[in-house]
Nanobody, 122 residues
Framework: QVQLVESGGGLVQAGGSLRLSCAASGSIFSINAMGWYRQAPGKQRELVAAVTTGGSTNYVDSVKGRFPITRDNAKNTVYLQMNSLKPEDPAVYYC????????????????WGKGTLVTVSS
């Protein structure tokens, strides 16, 4: 129904920056919240940042001020600008999008990307 394509992950030195992108496509009627989660080995998946249709944002405390999240509604794309990357940031980052499709069941469903790996070197 909805496909999410993530890009921007990779290897970066501590203190460096990366920008993650997630583009949604498919039989989309509308998109609600968009965001990014991350999961490191041995840790629970956690919300990193999310942005609502109205522009309200929510961040995990550890990334506040470092990882601004933005969205381009015309492109059905959400971005996560990761600045000043720290040793605790490496993880698989997953895009998450809440959307209503033009197909059954016509209700809000959360869709997940496949994940993109972010690695921070010394």
């Amino acid at each position: 129904q909805v496909q999410l394509v993530e890009s921007g992950g990779g290897l970066v030195q501590a203190g460096g920056s990366l920008r993650l992108s997630c583009a949604a496509s498919g039989s989309i009627f509308s998109i609600n919240a968009m965001g990014w989660y991350r999961q490191a080995p041995g840790k629970q998946r956690e919300l990193v940042a999310a942005v609502t249709t109205g522009g309200s944002t929510n961040y995990v405390d550890s990334v506040k001020g470092r990882f601004p999240i933005t969205r381009d509604n015309a492109k059905n794309t959400v971005y996560l600008q990761m600045n000043s990357l720290k040793p605790e940031d490496p993880a698989v980052y997953y895009c998450n999008v809440g959307a209503i499709t033009t197909m059954y069941p016509f209700r809000l469903i959360n869709y997940w990307g496949k994940g993109t790996l972010v690695t921070v070197s010394s």
